[in-house]
């Protein structure tokens, strides 16, 4: 069992910057796949990014990629997201997800585990 919770959400204004965490209970962190997910307002949850167990391999959704970085440290048990030159469609609740499974299955549906979510509001 892993339990995750994720922080750093917030109020932000165009083109400006976020980092969210994801930290995960459990001495087997380091085993698992790691992503994020979110969710908008009357829209589906769709796949943001994830990585590898090792950090060593990351993916990212076309909309985000060149603007976000996955990362994680498997000594802390975290996982972060950074998120630079936010835009107002990248508002939404941010959800992290962990799986004994590969990035392309991840990326196709979901974790085995996630978090509460964090609510990440971008103004123009």
């Known amino acids: 069992q892993v339990q995750l919770v994720e922080s750093g959400g917030g109020l932000v204004q165009a083109g400006g910057s976020l980092r969210l965490s994801c930290a995960a209970s459990?001495?087997?962190?380091?085993?698992?796949?790691m992503g994020w997910f979110r969710q908008a307002p009357g829209k589906e949850r769709e796949f943001v990014a994830a990585t590898s167990w090792s950090g060593g391999s990351t993916y990212y959704a076309d909309s985000v990629k060149g603007r976000f970085t996955i990362s994680r440290d498997n000594t802390k048990n975290t996982v972060y997201l950074q998120m630079n030159s936010l835009k107002p469609e990248d508002t939404a609740v941010y959800y992290c997800?962990?799986?004994?499974?590969?990035?392309?299955?991840?990326?196709?549906?979901?974790?085995?585990?996630w978090g509460q979510g964090t609510q990440v509001t971008v103004s123009s």
């Open positions: 459990g001495r087997t962190f380091s085993t698992y796949t």
């Open positions: 997800a962990a799986g004994l499974l590969s990035i392309a299955t991840m990326k196709r549906r979901g974790g085995d585990y």
